[in-house]
């Protein structure tokens, strides 16, 4: 099964600032990688799809990029609503498997 | 809007069996993939299984394979999973999910219904 590692595990910042989240995955997943963002008992919500591509109703802050083992999720400009854990997860091979997350606290 | 609606979840001893549902409104149910992820308390997510728009096939984790049965009933608008022979690790917020493909991405989540298996 191919391992998603999400790194950094938590990452501190103030509101206004950039926000970069890494995923990284043991062997290709193309371009086959989703990322969601998940607030405390909520369900997950899906942000990207297929490594850069907006869901639907989601900020043109939040954008996708990477290809291959390596994956980026960036938020351009942090509102108080964008704290939360996000985690990855890709489609490429069976079974679909998840990262760890990444919990974004308000520093 | 679309709206998933789980429901079935509970206490229940280890051994024992549940079934949940989830029924679907605001899409057509029957075009889309649907699947199940589970979300031990504290921890991160896990995908459970999926099934084909017209039932046809399935797909489960290892986890919960030859345990677990997912099912459909389009004609209903709702989603089953049936677990036989729980664990305790198989406690959890299990969510019903619309499925874009076969393994994601799951573009819409039902809110969940926890399941807690426990003597």
């Known amino acids: 099964e191919i391992v998603l590692t999400q790194s950094p595990a938590t990452l501190s910042l103030s509101p206004g600032e950039r926000a970069t989240l890494s995923c990284r995955a043991s062997?290709?997943?193309?371009?086959?990688l989703a990322w969601y963002q998940q607030k405390p008992g909520q369900a997950p919500r899906l942000l990207i799809y297929?490594?850069?591509n907006r869901a639907t109703g989601i900020p043109a802050r939040f954008s996708g990029s990477g290809s291959g083992t390596d994956f980026t999720l960036t938020i351009s400009s942090l509102e108080p609503e964008d704290f939360a854990v996000y985690y990855c997860?890709?489609?490429?091979?069976?079974?679909?498997?998840f990262g760890q997350g990444t919990r974004l606290e308000i520093k | 809007e679309v709206q998933l609606v789980e429901s079935g979840g509970g206490l229940e001893q280890p051994g024992g069996s549940m079934r949940l549902s989830c029924e679907a409104f605001g899409f057509s149910f029957s075009s889309s993939v649907m699947s199940w992820a589970r979300q031990a308390p504290g921890k991160g997510l896990e995908w459970v299984s999926a099934i084909s728009d017209s039932g046809g096939s399935t797909y489960y984790g290892d986890s919960v394979k030859g345990r677990f049965t997912i099912s459909r009933d389009n004609s209903k608008n709702t989603l089953y999973l049936q677990m036989n022979s729980l664990r305790a690790e198989d406690t959890a917020v299990y969510y019903c999910?619309?499925?874009?493909?076969?393994?994601?991405?799951?573009?819409?989540w039902g809110q969940g219904t926890l399941v807690t298996v426990s003597s």
């Open positions: 997860q890709q489609r490429s091979n069976w079974p679909p498997t």
């Open positions: 297929d490594a850069s």
């Open positions: 062997q290709s997943v193309l371009s086959y």
């Open positions: 999910a619309k499925t874009r493909y076969n393994y994601g991405p799951f573009d819409y």
